[in-house]
Nanobody
Framework: QVQLVESGGGSVQAGGSLRLSCVVS????????MGWFRQAPGKERETVAR????????LYADSVKGRFTISLDNAKNTAYLEMNNLEPADTGVYYC???????????????????WGQGTQVTVSS
């Protein structure tokens, strides 16, 4: 059974930083596309960043480029989202997700994510 567990959320002031972690367990596929998503109250979920487990350039939403960095530690089965210069607009519940098909990591993805974490709250105050 695949499980994803996020941690690292919290409350910070604008301009601050947080690092989210996502530990993946029970995953036996050889490759994966990992993604971070967020959902603000009253808004649809949006993709924040995606990365393929065996290399390639990560993809970011325009709103976070230059501020957020997605990375993977395959030895630890952990994905990270380093968030710097946080803005109130970054507030929301952040979810990590994993998908065996790398098509989920295409610039125009042709596959949705199968496995999801429970989410972690990030609140940025002005």
């Amino acid at each position: 059974q695949v499980q994803l567990v996020e941690s690292g959320g919290g409350s910070v002031q604008a301009g601050g930083s947080l690092r989210l972690s996502c530990v993946v367990s029970g995953y036996s596929y050889p490759r994966k596309c990992m993604g971070w998503f967020r959902q603000a109250p009253g808004k649809e979920r949006e993709t924040v960043a995606r990365i393929v487990s065996d290399g390639g350039s990560p993809l970011y939403a325009d709103s976070v480029k230059g501020r957020f960095t997605i990375s993977l530690d395959n030895a630890k089965n952990t994905a990270y989202l380093e968030m710097n210069n946080l803005e109130p607009a970054d507030t929301g519940v952040y979810y990590c997700a994993a998908e065996p098909s790398v098509r989920a990591c295409y610039p125009r993805p042709t596959r949705s994510f199968t496995y999801w974490g429970q989410g972690t709250q990030v609140t940025v105050s002005s």
